[in-house]
């Protein structure tokens, strides 16, 4: 075999694996938008779920952001809710959950944020950034039972089905109900000249 049948063989062969990385770049790419795009979804689910529990009625749980998540397990999604320190959501809220069936666990912790800018003092000398400070937060994690969300889901895909324009559709009669429709068509329940036919049939 010739030098340059190899070289030709070679090329074909880098060609094809550019090809072939390409085709699995774009599929990782399709999947991670896909993925986004489910726990974009499932987010939204569950924040109407906790909006259906009437949970945003209890004082500060409405300011929460989400911190982490959503986790989403076999029987479980997890969500994790930041509040500022002084905004601590109602403990009663999250016994609504709890008594609804999900856990809800509250942890103490800290934040870097950046400072006010009131001067160069408050500026990094090597980044020029704002310094950065430590604040108190609290991190409450919402673990729900995964059928609630789905439950919520399925009832927006019913009203959605319910809202689509329906067709009636011609119901199909039965052999006994075709023969009856024939026999009234030539003369009525009487037949041709009968009491209730009202009169003989008429072409």
């Known amino acids: 075999m010739s030098t340059q049948i ?27 938008q896909l993925n986004a795009q489910n726990m974009q979804g499932t987010l939204i689910q569950f924040e109407d779920f906790l909006d259906s529990s009437h949970l945003y009625a209890f004082r500060n749980w409405i300011d929460g952001v989400v911190w982490d998540g959503p986790n989403v397990k076999r029987y479980w999604i997890s969500v994790t809710l930041k509040y500022p ?11 609504r959950l709890v008594n609804m069936g999900a856990y809800i666990t509250y942890t103490l912790s800290t934040e ?28 409450v994690e919402i673990c729900v039972p995964r059928r609630f969300v789905q439950d919520a889901i399925e009832d927006e895909m019913d009203v959605e089905i319910e809202q689509e324009p329906k067709t ?3 119901e199909e009669e039965t052999p006994e109900e075709e023969g009856a429709a024939a026999g009234s068509e030539l003369g009525g329940a009487g037949g041709a000249g009968g009491e209730e036919g009202g009169g ?4």
């Open 85 to 95: 320190y002084d905004k601590m959501p109602e403990p009663k809220g999250g016994m």
């Open 6 to 32: 190899l070289e030709e063989q070679v090329r074909n062969t880098e060609r094809r694996i550019k090809t072939y990385k390409k085709l699995i770049n774009e599929a990782e790419k399709s999947f991670r």
């Open 112 to 139: 870097k944020v950046p400072t006010t800018v009131d001067g160069p003092d408050d500026l990094d000398p090597i980044t020029r950034k704002p310094k950065e400070e430590e604040v108190d937060i609290w991190l």
């Open 168 to 170: 009636e559709e011609p």
């Open 200 to 203: 003989p049939f008429e072409l």
